[in-house]
């Protein structure tokens, strides 16, 4: 993995055999090469932009969460929580510059909004499974000053105007290195196993204090996207003949247990909107600063993250032993069409 965490993830393919039932097939995403319609600065290079990874801004993002409402009366018991993250799409894997919005030279931005359940395995540890969530990639002016620990300078716009890509949090499956994709990361046979997707580990006695890998499927375009875009915001370059859709996997890693200086109530207002325009729900039902993480208590807490992404697509592959019988279901059909032909 990346120094900052890794990545981002995709869709979803079926492929066929006769006599086969859903049953008796696996998803699997494999991770590839996509052109992004976006541009970088340095060196000069119009949309679409190719790449295997996005990366992120170290300690350049904040991410927000509030452990929402408790499932039980006691300590030990898992807490919904929501989480809201943020963070500047800086570079790109196989190319050099900063990326920017395809619309000039505006910034570009990940938002993305969480929901799940947090389940205490220590006094400052726990793990976190979501099921829900959405990510955009929006354009921002450079000429506001972003400040990753205060929403209000966002840019956050509930009607989407400056988003350029939608993505929603996809369903848990096995990752794999494509032919031409990123190295995944050190995990045992270059697989990441479906359990670990779009689950994070929190630990707040470390500085290191969460790392997370989620699965977003691409679901369209966005209305910031020029009206000269000759393809979607992304659009796979897929040399294994794979006919899934696009999508990202998403590497996050929490680098600084930082507060956030100077939030406030409309920071707090900010976050909820933007948790009720993606997931149609409050981020928070509480105002005022931000407490330090603590399952046992109702509230919010902040820290600097980074990310890297990197584009997959979805296949839906039978089972080895399916796979074989799905075969001789096929041969026997060819010997029956023989001996037909023999009569």
Same mark, same amino acid.
């Given at each position: 993995m990346s120094p900052m965490g890794k990545k981002f993830i995709a869709g979803l393919a079926v492929m066929g055999f006769v006599g086969l039932g859903a049953s008796n097939v696996e998803a699997t995403r494999f991770s590839e090469e996509a052109d992004?319609?976006?541009?970088?600065?340095?060196?000069?290079?119009?949309?679409?932009?190719?790449?295997?990874?996005?990366?992120?801004?170290?300690?350049?993002?904040?991410?927000?969460?509030?452990?929402?409402?408790?499932?039980?009366?006691?300590?030990?018991?898992?807490?919904i929580i929501?989480?809201?993250?943020?963070?500047?799409?800086?570079?790109?894997?196989?190319?050099?510059?900063?990326?920017?919005?395809?619309?000039?030279?505006?910034?570009?931005y990940v938002i993305f909004a969480l929901n799940g359940v947090a389940t205490p395995t220590g006094a400052s540890s726990?793990?976190?499974l979501f099921t829900s969530g959405k990510a955009i990639v929006m354009e921002f002016d450079e000429n506001i000053t972003f400040n990753a620990k205060r929403p209000t300078t966002w840019q956050?716009?509930?009607?989407?105007?400056?988003?350029?890509?939608?993505?929603?949090?996809?369903?848990?499956?096995?990752?794999?290195?494509?032919?031409?994709?990123?190295?995944?990361?050190?995990?045992?046979?270059?697989?990441?196993?479906?359990?670990?997707t779009n689950f994070s580990a929190i630990n707040t006695a %470390?500085?290191? $204090?969460? !790392?997370?890998?989620?699965? /977003?499927?691409?679901? @369209?375009?966005?209305?910031?996207?020029?009206?000269? &875009?000759?393809?979607?915001?992304q659009q796979n370059i897929n040399p294994d003949g794979l006919p899934g859709s696009e999508g990202l996997v998403l590497f996050t890693q929490q680098t600084n247990p930082s507060t956030a200086t100077g939030f406030n109530n409309l920071d707090e207002a900010?976050?909820?909107?933007?948790?009720?325009?993606?997931?149609?729900?409050?981020?928070?039902?509480?105002?005022?600063?931000?407490? %330090?993480?603590? $399952?046992? !208590?109702?509230?919010?807490? /902040?820290?600097?993250? @980074?990310f890297s992404a990197n584009?997959?697509?979805? &296949?839906?592959v039978p089972e080895p032993a399916t796979a074989a019988l799905g075969l001789m279901a096929l041969a026997g059909l060819a010997l029956r069409g023989r001996r037909r032909q023999n009569v």
């Open positions: 992004f319609w976006l541009s970088s600065i340095i060196p000069t290079n119009n949309p679409p932009l190719a790449a295997i990874e996005l990366q992120g801004t170290t300690d350049g993002g904040g991410l927000f969460t509030n452990t929402y409402a408790p499932t039980g009366l006691n300590p030990t018991d898992p807490v929501n989480t809201v993250g943020v963070n500047k799409i800086s570079g790109f894997s196989n190319g050099n510059g900063f990326v920017v919005s395809p619309n000039g030279d505006k910034t570009v726990a793990t976190a956050f716009d509930s009607g989407l105007a400056n988003v350029l890509g939608f993505y929603d949090l996809g369903a848990q499956e096995d990752v794999r290195k494509g032919t031409n994709g990123d190295d995944i990361g050190a995990f045992p046979g270059g697989v990441i196993s479906a359990a670990q %470390t500085d290191v $204090l969460s !790392q997370g890998i989620f699965l /977003f499927d691409f679901a @369209g375009n966005g209305l910031a996207l020029p009206g000269n &875009a000759t393809q979607d915001f900010v976050l909820n909107d933007i948790f009720n325009t993606l997931l149609a729900g409050n981020f928070s039902d509480n105002s005022g600063p931000l407490s %330090t993480f603590d $399952l046992g !208590q109702l509230g919010d807490f /902040f820290n600097e993250f @980074g584009p997959t697509s979805s &296949a839906i």
